[in-house]
């Protein structure tokens, strides 16, 4: 006889954390993530179903399968994971365990989920992040992104913390964790759920100083090498 477990019927949807990588589309339309083990190769919107990444004809997540949305249970130890060297730059995702799930010790597998929020760690420099930059790796028609804070995002492809979250859409928040050496509940963390406040003005206002920054700077080195050779001419 083979057991079977009880059903759940939970009235609101689990909570989940795990992490993954920050993707845009190639024609920068849209914004996405991307796992960071088996399901790395297909990326997911915000509210997204689950699909078996062995090409299988089952429903999502089969039990005698890897498929599904796959999640932890707590918090703290999804961020444990961001300390190893080839998840530094992924993000934290909270998200909402929807449609059929397995429970599991440590987490869940599920057809579905909806992200509700996204914390972005610090730039490689240590600083707060205030952007998302070009990774310099990734998927067939997506780029990934990074973490980086206003001082280095230099020329690369950016998109501002709001401005992530507006593509991303579904209502998701996207907020800035510490610094590097900062304690959590000193984080200048920034809500992006809603309009624009003063935290994320700031953070557009130093993204852009930056940027033009680096313009001048590029200029001054232009003109220099144009006065040097009209004057060997």
Do not use: N
């Not at 992104?145 to 492809?157: D, E, N, S």
């Amino acid at each position: 006889m083979r057991l079977r477990l009880p059903a759940e019927r939970p009235t609101e949807p689990p909570t989940g954390y795990k992490i993954a990588h920050p993707v845009l589309s190639q024609d920068g339309t849209r914004a996405g993530f991307t796992g960071v083990s088996l399901g790395g190769t297909l990326p997911y919107g915000v509210l997204d179903d689950a699909s078996c990444v062995y090409g299988r004809r089952h429903r999502t997540p089969a039990r005698h399968c890897a498929c599904g949305f796959h999640c932890l249970h707590d918090r703290t130890a999804a961020e444990a994971l961001l300390c190893t060297a080839e998840h530094r730059t992924a993000v934290l995702l909270e998200v909402a365990v929807l449609g059929r799930y397995i429970r599991f010790e440590r987490g869940y597998r599920s057809s579905r989920q909806r992200v509700r929020t996204v914390t972005v760690g610090p730039c490689a420099c240590g600083a707060p992040a205030a952007a998302l930059a070009d990774a310099g790796w990734g998927r067939p028609g997506w780029r990934a992104l990074a973490p980086a804070c206003a001082g280095c995002v230099h020329a690369r492809a950016t998109r501002s913390l709001a401005g992530f979250a507006r593509l991303a859409g579904e209502g998701v928040r996207v907020v800035a964790g510490a610094a590097l050496g900062t304690p959590p509940d000193a984080a200048d963390v920034a809500d992006t759920g809603g309009d624009l406040g003063v935290p994320e003005l700031v953070a557009e206002a130093a993204l852009l100083q930056a940027r033009l920054d680096w313009f001048q700077t590029q200029l001054a080195h232009l003109g220099e090498r144009g006065g040097g050779s009209a004057g060997q001419g």
